[in-house]
């Protein structure tokens, strides 16, 4: 795999920069350090992630974070023992680099009656999933592509009843209702005011819709935003090579 050299002004890289230790690191979970799997519960995290995930982190001097539609009891789950600052669901929470946690009000949370309505409306749709995450819900069809249609329709008529508010975004063989509100960017802008990340170059790696308000706060302060379907071919394998950069360069 080749690596671009480091560049200062902000950009939409094409190509996979090598590490730099001035880096604040952002990433995204599902299709950027995890393949895609079938359901949500169904994804697999290689053996040596986690370690190479603490490796990068000390190399950057705790300016790493985990940016995720998935809530933090998943995160946690998944990358254990560690226990990441970064965001969860959109930004509806955020996990400061003390630890401490700051939480959206309730206020921006997906009505309940359209909770209700998505659960009852995919009893017709075998294989479609509800993830409800409390201030966002997303609706995967990923076991039964012939259902996007309806996933589609439901999920933007639901969010058009308060369009001010609520938006539909299509995510990875999903659609989801999020508040306007609730973005990436917030975690993104949140830790960059905080150390370790502040006086950073912030490095947002993702790949799908809601991950380009993170990429846009990155390159807002001169940072740099990695599409994986563009700088990484697509492939998570790719961005997991990638940090092995970080690790080896721990010596």
Not at 158 to 166: E, G, H, S, T, V
Request: glycine fraction near 8%.
């Amino acid at each position: 795999m080749q690596f671009m050299a480091f560049i200062t002004s902000p950009q939409r890289a094409d190509r996979a920069p090598a590490p730099d230790p001035r880096w604040a690191l952002f990433l995204d979970i599902d299709g950027t350090l995890l393949d895609i799997a079938a359901t949500p519960d169904a994804v697999r995290v290689p053996d040596t992630l986690t370690h190479s995930l603490l490796q990068a982190s000390t190399w950057l001097g705790g300016a790493l974070a985990v940016v995720s539609g998935r809530p933090f009891r998943q995160i946690d789950r998944l990358f254990s023992p560690l226990r990441l600052p970064g965001g969860a669901a959109h930004g509806a929470c955020i996990r400061m680099p003390n630890g401490t946690m700051e939480e959206a009000s309730d206020a921006l949370a997906v009505p309940g009656a359209w909770r209700t309505l998505l659960n009852n409306a995919v009893q017709m749709w075998p294989g479609v999933v509800v993830e409800d995450k409390h201030h966002c819900v997303a609706v995967h069809y990923r076991t039964v592509p012939e259902h996007k249609e309806d996933v589609e329709e439901l999920v933007t008529r639901l969010a058009a009843q308060d369009q001010d508010n609520f938006e539909a975004l299509p995510a990875r063989m999903a659609f989801e209702i999020r508040n306007r509100a609730l973005t990436k960017a917030v975690v993104v802008r949140s830790l960059m005011r905080h150390a370790p990340f502040k006086g950073r170059i912030p490095v947002f790696v993702g790949d799908d819709v809601t991950d380009h308000d993170g990429f846009r706060a990155a390159e807002e302060k001169g940072g740099i935003a990695l599409d994986v379907g563009v700088a990484f071919d697509g492939q998570p394998a790719a961005v997991r090579e990638w940090l092995e950069r970080f690790r080896d360069e721990t010596g």
